[in-house]
C-alpha cells in the first residue's frame, strides 16, 4: 500500500465550524479530509518577563552543561550550518 502525501495549508477554525484558508486552499473542487491541531497556547498565556526568565534559565541551563563546548569558531560553525544543502527530490 502506497503512504499517502500530506500537505500543510494554514487556516483558521471558526466560531461557526468552518476553516477560512490564510493562503491558497487545498487544490480541486472535492472535499478534502483534514486533521486539526490545535497548537498549545501555554506561551501566548505568559508575560513578557516570564518568557524572558524561562529563555534565561534554558540558556543558563545549556552553559552549565557545556552543551555548545565542543565549537571551536563559532562564526566558522554558523556559516557551515548555514550553507545551502540540495533539497531533497532536486539535482542540481
Keep these: 500500500m502506497e503512504a499517502a502525501l500530506s500537505r500543510t495549508y494554514d487556516a483558521v477554525l471558526t466560531g461557526d465550524h468552518r476553516l477560512e484558508w490564510k493562503g491558497s486552499p487545498p487544490p480541486g473542487p472535492k472535499p478534502v479530509n483534514v486533521q486539526v491541531v490545535v497548537p498549545d497556547d501555554e506561551h501566548d498565556r505568559l508575560s513578557d518577563s516570564e518568557r524572558g526568565a524561562m529563555m534565561a534559565d534554558a540558556l543558563a541551563e545549556l552553559a552549565r552543561i557545556g552543551a555548545f563546548g565542543e ?22
Excluded: F, V
Design 71 to 92: 565549537i571551536d569558531d563559532p562564526a566558522e560553525w554558523e556559516r557551515e550550518i548555514r550553507r545551502d544543502r540540495p533539497l531533497p527530490g532536486r539535482h542540481e
